[in-house]
């Protein structure tokens, strides 16, 4: 089950306690389909790969997270390593999902 994030201090908790992990937070909302269907991929590639922490947040319920991060369509993925956005992706593509798993995994070691 992927945790949940609403708010900047939650965030930056996070992002503390994340040491060499990357951190990885899924812009989501109930209503959205592709959200949902990307959800199970998710979830493999969080038990999959252990260097990361992969959360998610409710643009409806995390405003103050979605105006931080300019969040505009949903799943949008930030990724951040050592405090730093490294890479996001809009969409729910699983192939490109994966990818960006992958490198990123190559790049924590």
Known sequence: ???SLTSKP??????????ERVVCVKFTAKWCGPCKKIQPVLQELEHK????MVYESDVDVSTEL????????????VFMWRNKVV???????PKLLAVVFEVMAGMTK
């Not at 939650?10 to 040491?19: F, K, N, T, Y």
């Not at 790969?49 to 990361?52: D, E, L, M, N």
């Not at 979605?66 to 993925?77: A, Q, R, Y």
Request: glycine letters at 6%; proline letters at 3%.
């Open 10 to 19: 939650e965030l930056q908790q996070v992002l503390a306690s994340a040491g």
């Open 49 to 52: 790969y252990s260097q990361f």
């Open 1 to 3: 089950m992927v945790a």
């Open 87 to 93: 890479y996001t992706l809009k969409g729910a593509d």
């Open 66 to 77: 979605v105006s931080h991060f300019k969040i505009v369509s949903m799943p949008t993925f």
